[in-house]
């Protein structure tokens, strides 16, 4: 989302006649978009923000801070960095040019973190990069007991489905082969009687994307029209991210996930009859607050079982005022081993998982160059490389033919022309 963030700013100040600076250090402005879901996250950004404090010296030069953390820390910012100039939450981004114009003209300090209704709509975005994420709804009504987003990114919202799709083919006039549509819980997507089943489908049909995908996925409101839409558009990828964050009925309900082990089981079981070349991946928390032994085993049971794809692994970050911040918390270094023994786990998955795909045959989309030889993706968002030097936005059948790492290795059996 973030990175998606990233993209618009870029394409504000693009349409604001500003140009890229190759070096940051050469640059008269910059700006840093910053994450607040995770402790580590801010203080990465922080430290990031310090190696500017020289930089910023030189006449003219503009440092601002954007995004959740500044959203969260607002005026804090200041007092620790009185060198920057400009603090501005997710929902201040079309006031980026007016801000630059008025701290060009006097130095001053600017901060503008409110949250709105913003959508950014009406952007124009270019791209020239292969795949790219196209935002359908911003912020979040969940309130999961352990997320910041919806203090920091505003209470959810949906783009109109004309302006989706508008942008949808955009990207692919301008050689965009593989968009994600994006949000924090996309299943919520609604907009003048459209839901997110509906706007899938309208995006497959009527923009002529090569293909697509969607993220993320909240399990209690993944639909079966879903499904029935994936298995009716062959541009709609049979990747599924659904977020698990634990195996325990009583760490789901602390968490306010509003569903059950069982309830995620039943899901996957669903997905699989439906579209057994499915890929799922997952997100999962380790060392939520009062969690006992017992109750992570299931949670690595569950894994077992079920065999995630891939997964995205976190020990639990503390955010301040959101309600886990109440519970009492697990000793870090309990946390810390337990993670280590998921991510032997889900790793010994993904390398079984890996391996079966030795003498099988895929189309895969080629985005960049990798070290000696091209990076694609299949449908399923596995990474594939060749070694052969391929265009981006190419399209080939790799069968693969050794694993490296975790990586698959493939060689080229067909050429798809159209691609």
Not at 130 to 156: D, H, Q, W
Not at 170 to 194: A, F, R, S
Not at 378 to 383: E, P, S
């Amino acid at each position: 989302m973030n990175k998606n963030d990233s993209d618009l700013i870029y394409q504000l100040l693009i349409n604001e006649n500003y140009l890229p600076a190759l070096n940051p250090l050469e640059a008269d402005v910059i700006l840093i978009n910053t994450c607040s879901v995770r402790e580590h996250a801010e203080k990465r950004a922080l430290g990031y923000i310090s190696a500017f404090r020289q930089w910023h010296k030189s006449d003219g030069r503009i440092l601002g801070i954007v995004g959740c953390m500044a959203r969260r820390l607002g005026n804090s910012i200041f007092v620790k960095f009185p060198f920057v100039d400009l603090v501005l939450g997710p929902d201040s981004y079309l006031n980026i040019p007016d801000y630059l114009k008025l701290l060009e003209q006097e130095r001053t300090k600017i901060l503008d973190i409110e949250v709105g209704e913003r959508c950014y709509k009406d952007i124009g975005r270019k791209s020239k990069r292969v795949a790219e994420f196209v935002s359908i709804t911003r912020g979040c009504n969940n309130f999961c007991s352990y997320c910041v987003v919806p203090y920091v990114r505003g209470r959810l919202r949906s783009r109109p489905a004309d302006d989706i799709i508008s942008e949808v083919k955009n990207l692919t006039q301008c050689g965009v082969k593989d968009i994600t549509l994006l949000g924090q819980n996309v299943n919520e997507y609604y907009y003048d009687g459209i839901d997110f089943p509906e706007l899938l489908r309208k995006v497959a049909q009527e923009t002529g994307i090569f293909r697509l995908r969607f993220l993320t996925s909240h399990p209690k409101d993944f639909s079966a029209r879903i499904i029935e839409v994936i298995k009716e558009n062959q541009n709609v990828c049979e990747w599924f991210h659904l977020p698990l964050q634990s195996g325990n009925n009583r760490i789901l309900k602390l968490m306010n996930r509003k569903y059950t082990g069982e309830d995620y089981r039943n899901l996957i079981e669903k997905i699989r009859k439906n579209i057994p070349e499915a890929t799922i991946t997952t997100d999962i928390i380790v060392g939520f607050p009062t969690e006992t032994e017992s109750e992570f085993r299931d949670t690595l049971h569950l894994v077992e079982e079920i065999e995630f794809d891939d997964a995205y692994m976190y020990r639990y970050s503390p955010r301040p005022n959101v309600l886990a911040s109440m519970y009492p918390a697990l000793p870090e270094e309990c946390i810390i081993e337990r993670l280590k023994i998921l991510i032997e786990l889900q790793n010994k998955i993904i390398k079984k998982k890996t391996l079966k795909m030795v003498g099988k045959k895929y189309e895969v989309l080629f985005e960049e160059r990798a070290k000696n030889g091209t990076r694609g993706k299949t449908r399923g968002n596995k990474d594939v490389v060749v070694e052969k030097i391929l265009n981006p936005g190419s399209v080939s059948w790799i069968r693969i033919i050794r694993v490296k790492g975790r990586t698959p290795l493939g060689e080229i059996v067909e050429d798809d022309k159209s691609g």
